[in-house]
């Protein structure tokens, strides 16, 4: 069956350095795409970043960038240069082609900059 | 442009009450999501409408929920009665010609069933 799996429930990191957050997925679809959205404290889910099954190339979204490894099923997002501003919650998500448009999500990463 | 509004934010109702939620999409999105997260698990999908038809409605856990889209616009969430399963955040999500018809979250409905 359809699955996201993100294995980290808390990351910490310190300000200007990398992070990276990860997730697995599972679907025997061919076409699919794959997002991450993050969740402030306010609330309200943003849109980051989607890397499609078929792309060839890597997403990348100014300090976003996901690591996509077809054979693995991972879809791991990196943050560079982190900011206080990106403490949040951060969530992967999966839309499969034959699924109608629903999104299929992992149980999210709370991420936590210090300074 | 505004964003997708959800309406309340915040209730509190007892078990056998009947609540509505309400979510207002992006101006001109034909589709419109309804996700609902319960404590700590993963969010999960309810039903999809394309303008006023439901679309994809295998996400709805039971008959108690019954779910509107007047006209194409807003939508309505409705429970009745309320359980206290129910407790958790409806989310509300619209999409329509972006790029990776990515969807567009509102900020949520935190239910709590008492």
């Known amino acids: 069956a359809q699955k996201i799996t993100q294995t980290q429930p808390g990351m910490f990191v310190q300000e200007k350095e990398a992070v990276t957050l990860d997730c697995t997925y599972d679907t025997s679809d061919p076409s699919y795409g794959l997002f991450w959205y993050k969740q402030p404290s306010s609330g309200e889910m943003i849109f980051l970043i989607y890397q499609g099954s078929y792309d060839q190339q890597n997403a990348t979204e100014g300090r976003y960038s996901l690591n996509f490894q077809k054979a693995r099923k991972s879809a791991n997002l990196v943050i560079s240069a982190s900011q206080l501003g990106d403490s949040a919650m951060y969530f992967c998500?999966?839309?499969?082609?034959?699924?109608?448009?629903?999104?299929?999500f992992g149980t999210g990463t709370r991420l936590q900059v210090f300074p | 442009e505004a964003g997708v509004t959800q309406f309340p934010s915040h209730s509190v109702i007892e078990k056998g009450q009947t609540v509505t939620l309400r979510c207002d999409p992006i101006s001109g999105h034909d589709n419109l999501y309804w996700y609902r997260r319960v404590m700590g698990k993963e969010i999960k999908f309810l039903l999809h409408f394309v303008k006023e038809s439901k679309q994809d409605e295998s996400g709805m856990p039971n008959n108690r929920f019954l779910a509107e889209r007047t006209g194409g616009t807003y939508s309505t969430l409705k429970v009745q009665p309320a359980e206290l399963e129910d407790s958790g955040v409806y989310f509300c999500?619209?999409?329509?010609?972006?790029?990776?018809?990515?969807?567009?979250f509102g900020p949520g409905t935190r239910l709590t069933v008492l």
């Open positions: 998500a999966m839309r499969e082609a034959r699924n109608t448009d629903k999104l299929i």
């Open positions: 999500a619209s999409s329509g010609r972006a790029v990776h018809n990515e969807q567009f």
